[in-house]
């Protein structure tokens, strides 16, 4: 739930404002649901109206004209109380309720001793973009004509928020984490389109796979462009050789512009200074880096394709499922107050799920949804220096996750996926234990989902086979771990196997162009107008 607190000096505007028609006629039945004990007896919960409104006004403010009390900034209080789209729309009595608990915890009221300010609570159906909410308006000038005290009036409403979100059962909303939101347009754009979901999300978490995927900044700028995203950097003032920022687009439809989005605005954790503090840095790198940006900006090919070009040999599924498997462990001895690590962890682990739904999902699925509310996690309000704990990295999960072919080993899938559903579990339990219920609910059912997909992909994946016992396979490789090796049985005795991906060579000439432009293809990077940067 969350408290919008704003003050001003026009009582009567305001209660005009939230019983009429709204800004764009989204106000429907504006009515009372609560509010303080003299008001509510010679006022109903009937549809408000201009005259109404009127009346309530000159009600609220009949202290405040009675002593004359001067309120430095405004005698009127407005708060808006919100909840998230996804929790559908609270009973009467239950937003009463709230309202009048939200009151006594900013000492509106007599119960702390003091004299009561006037105050009411309207409800007016959803918001624009789906929200249930209500607004309370209240006098700073309470009956004895003394002012109510607001100081640190914000940091007191989102306390007291957080304390009715237990109360209530409602999503908690965290004042650690905050994922970036979108504008209706945006949405409107998808909607058109038929789209899962808005750019702003499917962008996000493009370039989140590709960094995780990445060993240096070149290697990014690659990869972004070999996804499909139109990339071009953000230089320093009068230089072409400092690259300080970057925005990236999806290909627009004919007849559209591109719509560009900065990296932080995708996401807290996907500006570039951020995503350079997990990249190899040095002289060579930076200069490789610098050409592949000036690259992209000139629309022109890779300065020098590299290990994105590169199929992964079959050993490397289990190094980089062993790496999941230690990042857990790590994260069981984590403390809950590491957020900085939790966050990495959240980050990667996301990245991981997102490389799988580019392989194996049409359009965004389940494992997308879960690449998203693990993204959630990864994101957080303020970043400190350094981690309190050094955690192993699972970046290798994405990389190669991301060139995994319909031939990859069924066994290697399910470890991999145990793994990173194991580490996922781990991040919940993390939400869970700190009271987070929101991430819980969310993680808990995006990971089942995608648990489904992975499992129907690598059935639909393998071809028959003889079914191998753990001897037999403890023979065939004595360097495995028996978890592993256990999760090849399975696979083998419910499915029968299937071959195993190639050893690591150079793919043919169209892999290792992939995301370039050809000489004979229109330029489709450069349009009559450069779009609209958000």
């Known amino acids: 739930m969350i408290p919008n607190i704003t003050q001003g000096d026009r009582m009567a505007g305001l209660m005009i404002y939230l019983a009429g028609p709204g800004r764009a006629n989204e106000h429907e039945e504006p009515h009372l649901v609560a509010g303080d004990s003299a008001l509510m007896a010679w006022h109903d919960d009937n549809e408000l109206n201009r005259d109404a409104a009127l009346d309530i006004a000159n009600a609220l403010d009949r202290a405040k004209q009675f002593f004359e009390t001067e309120v430095d900034g405004g005698h009127v209080f407005h708060c808006s109380l919100s909840l998230a789209a996804e929790e559908g729309q609270l009973s009467e009595e239950r937003w009463s309720a709230i309202a009048n608990d939200f009151m006594k915890e900013l000492d509106f009221t007599e119960d702390g001793g003091r004299a009561p300010a006037r105050w009411v609570a309207v409800r007016h159906g959803l918001s624009k973009n789906g929200n249930d909410h209500i607004h309370i308006v209240a006098s700073m000038v309470r009956d004895d004509g003394t002012k109510w005290n607001s100081w640190k009036s914000k940091y007191k409403s989102q306390q007291a928020a957080r304390t009715l979100e237990k109360k209530y059962g409602l999503n908690a909303v965290g004042t650690l984490r905050a994922e970036r939101g979108f504008t209706p347009a945006e949405q409107s754009k998808a909607i058109r389109h038929g789209l899962t979901e808005v750019e702003r999300h499917s962008l996000a978490r493009k370039v989140r796979v590709c960094a995780a995927a990445s060993t240096d ?177 699972a970046r290798g999960a994405t990389m190669i996750l991301l060139a995994a072919t319909s031939k990859s080993d069924r066994a290697a899938y399910a470890l991999m996926f145990r793994q990173l559903a194991q580490t996922a579990r781990a991040i919940h339990d993390m939400h869970k234990a700190t009271d987070d219920l929101r991430r819980v609910r969310g993680l808990s059912a995006a990971v089942v989902a995608a648990g489904r997909v992975v499992e129907a992909s690598a059935t639909a994946q393998t071809i028959t086979a003889r079914p191998l016992t753990m001897e037999t396979l403890r023979e065939q490789h004595p360097e495995a771990s028996e978890e592993a090796l256990r999760a090849r049985l399975i696979a083998e005795r419910s499915r029968g196997g299937s071959p195993v991906p190639t050893t690591l060579t150079k793919p043919d000439r169209t892999l290792q162009q992939a995301g370039s432009i050809r000489p004979e293809e229109p330029n489709r990077d450069q349009h009559p107008n450069p779009g609209i940067e958000r």
């Open 217 to 393: 900044e070149a290697e990014f700028v690659r990869r972004a462009r070999q996804e499909g995203m139109l990339v071009r950097p953000r230089y320093a003032a009068g230089r072409t050789d400092v690259v300080t920022g970057y925005s990236v687009a999806e290909r627009p439809r004919k007849g559209e512009r591109a719509v560009w989005f900065g990296g932080n605005s995708l996401g807290r954790d996907l500006a570039l200074p951020k995503l350079r503090a997990e990249w190899e840095s040095t002289p060579e790198s930076a200069a490789s880096a610098v050409a592949e940006w000036n690259a992209a900006a000139r629309n022109r090919r890779p300065a020098s394709p590299g290990r994105e070009t590169l199929q992964p040999s079959a050993e490397l599924w289990n190094k980089y499922a062993n790496d999941v498997q230690a990042l857990r462990e790590k994260l069981a001895t984590t403390p809950y107050g590491d957020h900085v690590a939790w966050a990495q962890a959240a980050r990667e682990t996301s990245a991981a799920f997102g490389a799988w739904s580019r392989r194996i999902e049409p359009t965004p699925g389940p494992l997308a949804d879960a690449a998203r509310e693990l993204s959630k996690s990864a994101q957080l309000r303020r970043y400190p220096s350094r981690p309190a704990v050094a955690l192993p990295s």
